[in-house]
């Protein structure tokens, strides 16, 4: 009779330890490998992918609209990672646009300090303190253009980088 309650415990651990690894591994709905695959990219909101967003370029991926190698803020990195969940082949990544990065550029002495372009920057790459003059850290920068319109002195403009 002991025999018998280990051997129906054992299958039960197993049985239970196999639901578990599926259940994390395998997506129960196109809706949770959506929100799998947006958790996977950089949340920028930079837009540079075509798409408005992380959330819609995700749910491009996942319906088959979009390839995995859109995403410039999230590089090489990000490709391998969503060709690793979604069991596709990596790819290289595809710049949209013209060739060569791009990032904000703020005409310092025109910066009056409203706070309006370090609001609408998708990853904080512009310092500065209200009512103080700002400037972009170029190493941050995407160069997504989301801190050009909010700007209300048109002091914001886009550099070509080497």
């Not at 995995?68 to 990596?90: F, H, M, Y």
């Amino acid at each position: 009779m002991w025999v018998a309650i280990l051997v129906i415990t054992a299958i039960a651990l197993l049985a239970g330890l196999a639901l578990s690894y599926a259940s994390q591994s395998l997506p129960s709905d196109a809706g949770q490998l959506v929100e799998q695959v947006n958790q996977l990219l950089p949340q920028t909101q930079c837009a540079q992918c075509g798409y408005p967003g992380c959330r819609p370029y995700a749910q491009a991926i996942v319906e088959g609209d979009a390839a995995i190698n859109l995403c410039p803020p999230g590089g090489d990195e990000t490709i391998r990672r969503l060709a690793s969940k979604l069991g596709k082949a990596v790819l290289p990544l595809v710049e949209q646009g013209e060739p060569g990065r791009a990032v904000a550029v703020i005409d310092e002495a025109l910066c009056i300090g409203c706070t309006h372009c370090r609001g609408a920057c998708p990853v904080d790459a512009i310092v500065g303190a209200h009512q103080l003059m700002h400037t972009i850290i170029e190493a941050e920068c995407t160069g997504c253009e989301l801190c050009i319109a909010p700007c209300p002195v048109d002091c914001i403009g886009m550099q070509s980088l080497p």
